[in-house]
């Protein structure tokens, strides 16, 4: 619609309607578009006097979100309230999950007789789960939607892990981790697409939450497995995953109703997000060619396979090279705690610093922690410099994430943010495995240098990655 200019001498007022004349044609023409804004802003002003929600939907919209700025009310809030919990529920069985397995590697290797390289086959397979998850994550949420695909993903876990409690033979125990590996990358994948298209507030903030939230299911899971690792029946641990997924699936079931993530999108008071008029193979095509997505979801394969390589490894590591004892399988809690700790109290930080530029601040703090447990030969010291490596480490992700729905087109949030995401599962399976393989040859040790390596690697890929959304190249 064309600017309106008015003229001071010639203005016409009927039914508190401007009316101006346009000098290109010479024809008077209504301006409602500012009736129509004031009209809107006294009906927000009435759910929220203060204006504030609108601020932090205007928020939402320049974060990356892809939704438009509309009225909520209290009921509408009530319901972004209940999906954004029901997404950390999500976000904490896969915290759990991740945070489980690093105490029970001993026992598994006891129990089954296995070394380095054979008890690492449990990582091969769940990432191939992973990554055929990753491949399939995009079309299963288009074409099923988001509120089936997640269920159909926590029902596929509660079967595979109702499996590993029964404690099955070591080849069927290996193979149920490709269901693990596959429902896993649906959970993680899902709630970082859905939170990236439908967030109610500062998306940073939230992003920020919902990784604190499986920090916290990955500091939780190893205290717990530590003791199941010490008794007879140390597969009954698994029966605590059952119990955590069916209470996801019920809150899923009763939150999203097997809903698409429009459909989800209008319960509160939301837009949903502009994915084009271009075909689903069209869109994936504008997906994939963008540089930006691939650097990123490089980044999300080498940051969360550091996370978990130390988180797997470290007791292992501990027990070989510090002497350390059964209480080292607590070293993990310390990590994912501070991974927890640092999503949330990091976040005034990083907001002063530039959210960009403090990536590189924490990479090179976390290096430098690396180097403390590669060179200190000190329990102690090596469970603090895995704490605060956590602590460094929590934003990374949250940042990321929220960086890539700032920077993609608002119609191919859901199908990038899906790749980044579904990538990061991946790299949980594929880099512990690595590092098994590599231990089997040359022992436990080679665990810091790999880890340091892989972190230079990651800031690398962080220099690479474009500021803003006009540097993007497909």
Known sequence: MAAVTRSPTVMQTHNNVDVAPCHEKGELRVNVHEQARASATDITETFNPSGSELEKQQSSEEDGAGVLPIVQTPAMRRKATMQFVTLCCSMFVAGWNDGTL???????????HVGYAVVSLIFVVSCTGAVLGSCTFLYMFDRLGYGLVVVLASCLMIIAYALEAAAVPFPVFVVVYFFIGYGGSFLNSGSNVFLANVSVGKASRRFGMLHGVYGLGAMVSPLISTQFARLQHWSFVYLIHLGLLIVTVVMQVITFKFQNQEQCAKEIGQLPPDNGSDSLLLRYKRVFRLRVVHLMALFAFIYVGVEVSIGSWIVTYVIKLRNGGPNSGYIPSGLFGGLMIGRVALLPFSKLVGERRVIFVYILLVMALEFVVWFVRSQVGDALAVAFIG????????????????????DLISGGVGWIASWGAAGAAVWPFVVGAIASRTGIGSLTPFVVSLTGVLFVTWVCVPRSRQKIQG
């Open 391 to 410: 602590f460094f480490l929590g934003p990374l992700f949250p940042i990321m994430t929220n960086h890539a729905g700032g920077i993609l087109p608002p």
């Open 102 to 112: 690093g105490p029970l590697l001993p026992r598994i290797q006891e129990v089954y």
